[in-house]
């Protein structure tokens, strides 16, 4: 078990271009979790998948921003045309959740850090 | 809509004391679960403590237990034998489908 891995960690960008972060979860996990943590503030929730459907939406997630699952395996999460409030800390989650739909502890990733200039 | 509230920015300990920190949150559940996770400065978050609401008996992971009030909405942390490396951020969560997190408590561990 090698935890969730987020790629890259670091990301400096000029206001107006794209950016994608990946996430890796832990391999069993079926549950994936994006959040964006400002400086001082808790993480928000911004989406989620189960397997490779995505399940939910946060009102934070512009149309600049989208997300996919393809495979039920990694996840990578886009902005478009980045504005100055998008910088923050992207964290990736993931979880097993049951059958039942139990949701189970979340696992974090150490996250990415977007500075938008 | 689900809150989390924690009304203390920031608290300080004596190492080898113990020290309490709150959390309030709001939800018509009666089915849920409540984490404590911790983040270190500039590392990642960490799970502290986990409680399904349907258990009546406070969680404990070695020095760090909860007082878990379901009437009264309330979830602390409760630190045991502070040590240096307990000195983080500390978030309550509030978990459904996806995490409520309250804006933290920041910890300082003093020798």
């Known amino acids: 078990d090698t935890g969730v891995s987020q790629d890259p960690r670091h990301k400096i960008t000029k206001r107006g271009q794209n950016v994608t972060f990946r996430c890796d979860p832990i391999?069993?996990?079926?549950?994936l979790y994006w959040y964006r943590q400002t400086l001082g503030q808790g993480p928000e929730f911004l989406t989620y998948?189960?397997?490779?459907?995505?399940?939910?939406k946060s009102r934070l997630l512009s149309d600049r921003f989208s997300a996919e699952r393809p495979k039920g395996s990694f996840s990578t999460l886009e902005i478009q045309r980045t504005e100055q409030g998008d910088s923050a800390m992207y964290l990736c989650?993931?979880?097993?959740?049951?059958?039942?739909?139990?949701?189970?502890?979340?696992?974090f990733g150490p996250g990415t850090r977007l500075t938008v200039l | 809509a689900q809150t989390v509230t924690q009304s203390q920015p920031e608290m300080s300990v004596q190492e080898a004391e113990t020290v309490t920190l709150s959390c309030t949150y709001d939800?018509?559940?009666?089915?849920?679960?409540l984490f404590w996770y911790k983040q270190p400065p500039s590392r990642q978050m960490i799970l502290v403590i986990r409680q399904e609401a349907y258990k009546q008996q406070n969680a404990t992971e070695n020095r760090f237990s909860v007082n878990f009030q379901k009437a009264a909405k309330s979830f602390s942390l409760k630190i045991s034998d502070s040590q240096l490396g307990d000195a983080a951020m500390y978030f309550c969560a509030y978990n459904t489908d996806k995490l409520i997190f309250g804006t933290g408590t920041r910890l300082q561990v003093f020798p």
């Open positions: 998948f189960q397997n490779e459907a995505q399940l939910e």
């Open positions: 989650a993931s979880s097993l959740t049951s059958l039942a739909g139990v949701p189970d502890t979340q696992y």
């Open positions: 391999s069993e996990h079926n549950r």
């Open positions: 939800t018509s559940e009666s089915d849920y679960y």
